[in-house]
């Protein structure tokens, strides 16, 4: 299982931005951060089969601040890999696997170790705001507004997650964020408030498999009445995650 696991993480570090870029051209190409370094797919390295596998969004980068402004200039390590580094004026952290260890990780009893730990769009997507700063830090190079593309690049990867998901063959499947939740769950229709509720359900692939979706750890931030939903969905799934043998 571990060659098939390898061969999963070869084939896709290789070959997802050539094919995602086949139905979503507006991807640059080459895709590059300011220093021309690629933008590379960040392939799961906490890949535990046969337990929870808990799916994100798309990767962080590591940033610099130049010229006043902060600026994406490679890769993480891993999703939701956790690092410490020096961005040029502070120490910098990956923020949102602080909140994961602290707000989801702790109060659902998970061992980070025990889990497959992945993101839907294997690359990291450039907002509006950070196409800006990197055009200032080099006016020579083609960027673009990705994350404005995210809806559709996480569409395309899901031949990419489905494959992965029957690797792992998971337990459970948790989803953290609006576009994960709708997009792996093929579920359109359902608003947010129920969508993102912790509530357990079913999703047919190759087989049957148990999935739960929970807000971005941030969207607590939102409003008090946001918090008391991101309160409620953790508390249900902790629940369910003690009372039944998933």
Not at 57 to 69: C, D, K, S, V
Not at 179 to 190: C, L, N
Not at 219 to 239: D, F, P, V
């Amino acid at each position: 299982m571990k060659n098939e696991i390898l061969r999963f993480q070869r084939e896709c570090y290789a070959a997802y931005i050539r094919d995602i870029r086949k139905t979503v051209p507006e991807i640059p190409d080459p895709y590059v951060y300011p220093d021309r370094n690629s933008v590379k797919p960040v392939m799961p390295v906490k890949t535990a089969r046969e337990s929870i596998m808990v799916i994100g969004a798309f990767p962080f980068a590591r940033y610099e601040i130049r010229y006043g402004l902060l600026i994406p200039v490679a890769d993480n390590l891993s999703p939701f890999a956790s690092e410490e580094y020096f961005d040029g004026a502070n120490i910098r952290t990956n923020i949102s696997r602080e909140w994961l260890d602290r707000d989801y990780f702790h109060r659902l009893d998970i061992n980070v170790d025990e889990i497959w730990l992945t993101n839907l769009v294997k690359v990291f997507l450039f907002n509006d705001k950070l196409k800006t700063n990197c055009e200032i830090a080099a006016p020579g190079i083609k960027f673009a507004n990705t994350y404005e593309l995210f809806p559709d690049i996480a569409k395309e990867s899901m031949k990419w997650m489905k494959k992965e998901i029957s690797i792992c063959n998971p337990k459970l499947i948790i989803t953290l964020g609006e576009i994960p939740a709708k997009v792996i769950s093929d579920d359109f229709d359902t608003s947010n408030e129920e969508l993102l509720n912790g509530e357990v359900r079913n999703v047919i692939y190759d087989r049957q498999y148990k999935i739960a979706h929970l807000g971005h750890p941030e969207i607590q931030k939102m409003s008090i009445e946001w918090n008391k939903r991101y309160e409620g969905a953790i508390s249900r799934l902790a629940e369910e995650l003690k009372s039944n043998e998933l």
